[in-house]
């Protein structure tokens, strides 16, 4: 049948033709992909005949009794894309049957979904985890593509102000440094500048301006010396008096951490427990990253030759940061109190910071917890997801 009469007439006459809106509402949502520039048409055919095509429905409800219906596996976020762009991309907080759910709790027939949204809440990436059907795929895809175009612009704007004031051309000094990276558009090294991966001053260590015969300016690539000299000045030394006492923390190629300059990158917070290597930066000494950190894979691609292994000795008197996003129903004077309380008289842990914030009905708040280990840190967020007015927590990566 599919063959002979395409994907539309399958799913039209599979079985679903009592409940006729089904068919408009795909094609519905099959025209809004479409029309769509910045979506991708055939990613979307693939997740819709692989998700969607052979799947068999689950029937969920409106607050308002209306039946809506979804592929079998789809999740509340899915449910919350299903009812408008809009609402999936603001969706904070789910309840199911009057209940909390996580965003990715599989719907089962009969469910009564209800979607809080926040003005404030925008998709992240790690949506794309908790969702099946192609259009809430495709639509999570689109924000973060339009996120990362944002924020790489306000950098590009940042790296032209630092260009003209040098007096080198723009377009040839910026596409002098995408190919110094491995990077393949100027708008991947602005996003890695807005990520936190690289900095503007840090680039800018790798060039210097020189003069033409003509009297132009351009910029070129300092000698690869200066970076083996950098090399050179962070292996240990025999005769370099250790700044730890007691036990090291960490071991770098075998030799303890403290012998070597190093840090804990902050675009990852490592945590005792956390799988982690060393990589070697070009004026910041050694940075200690998470083996899942998201800038893991591009710099053990593209600089193999920097990265160190690193590995943690056991202690038990060292303390890590740890920060936690945390969501929910304010539901009362009373949210910041259980939440604390959970935290430090329940579980005993120290709290660095706690900010929250309010809006209708709902809130946002971030807690910097000090923390022994992952299994310290798991236990926190199994905990406070317990808490009834709690709708989810996160470890901000």
């Not at 408008?84 to 009969?110: E, Q």
């Not at 740890?322 to 969501?327: E, G, H, S």
Request: charged fraction near 30%; glycine fraction near 8%; hydrophobic fraction near 35%.
């Amino acid at each position: 049948e599919i063959a002979e009469r395409g994907y539309a007439a399958h799913w039209k006459y599979k079985g679903v033709s009592r409940h006729p809106d089904v068919y408009e509402r795909w094609l519905d949502s099959v025209r809004e992909i479409l029309e769509n520039p910045n979506s991708d048409a055939v990613e979307f055919l693939g997740d819709f005949r692989s998700n969607n095509l052979f799947n068999e429905e689950v029937f969920v409800y409106t607050p308002n009794g209306d039946m809506r219906i979804l592929p079998k596996g789809a999740t509340a976020l899915d449910y919350a894309f299903g009812i408008h762009t809009d609402v999936g991309y603001h969706c904070s907080a789910i309840k199911v049957n009057n209940k909390m759910v996580p965003m990715g709790y599989k719907l089962r027939n009969g469910d009564q979904v209800y979607i809080i949204t926040n003005k404030n809440q925008k998709p992240s990436e790690d949506w794309l985890k908790l969702v099946v059907t192609g259009k809430a795929r495709a639509k999570i895809r689109s924000a973060m593509k339009e996120e990362h175009r944002r924020k790489g612009e306000i950098w590009r704007e940042a790296m032209e102000r630092k260009l003209n004031g040098l007096k080198v051309d723009f377009e040839k000094s910026v596409d002098l440094m995408v190919k110094h990276y491995g990077m393949e558009s100027h708008a991947d090294l602005y996003y890695a500048i807005a990520t936190g991966e690289l900095t503007i001053p840090e680039i800018f260590k790798s060039y210097k301006v020189e003069l033409g015969k003509d009297g132009s300016r351009y910029l070129v690539e300092v000698e690869e010396e200066k970076e083996e000299k950098v090399t050179v000045e962070l292996k240990p030394r025999k005769s370099r008096k250790p700044k730890f006492t007691g036990k090291p923390r960490l071991l770098i190629n075998g030799e303890p951490a403290e012998r070597f300059n190093y840090t804990f990158a902050n675009c990852c917070n490592p945590v005792q427990g956390d799988d982690i290597f060393a990589y070697l930066t070009a004026n910041a000494g050694l940075k200690i990253h998470r083996a899942n950190c998201p800038n893991a894979t591009n710099l053990m691609a593209n600089y193999g030759y920097r990265v160190m292994k690193a590995e943690w000795i056991s202690t038990t008197d060292t303390t890590f940061v740890a920060d936690l996003k945390i969501t929910g129903i304010d539901d009362g004077p009373g949210v910041i109190e259980r939440l604390t309380n959970k935290i430090s008289t329940m579980l005993g842990l120290n709290i660095r910071s706690f900010t929250i914030a309010g809006d209708e009905g709902y809130f946002e708040g971030k807690v910097s917890l000090l923390v022994k280990n992952t299994d310290q840190l798991n236990l926190a967020i199994r905990a406070l997801k317990n808490l009834d007015s709690v709708s989810t927590v996160t470890r901000v990566e």
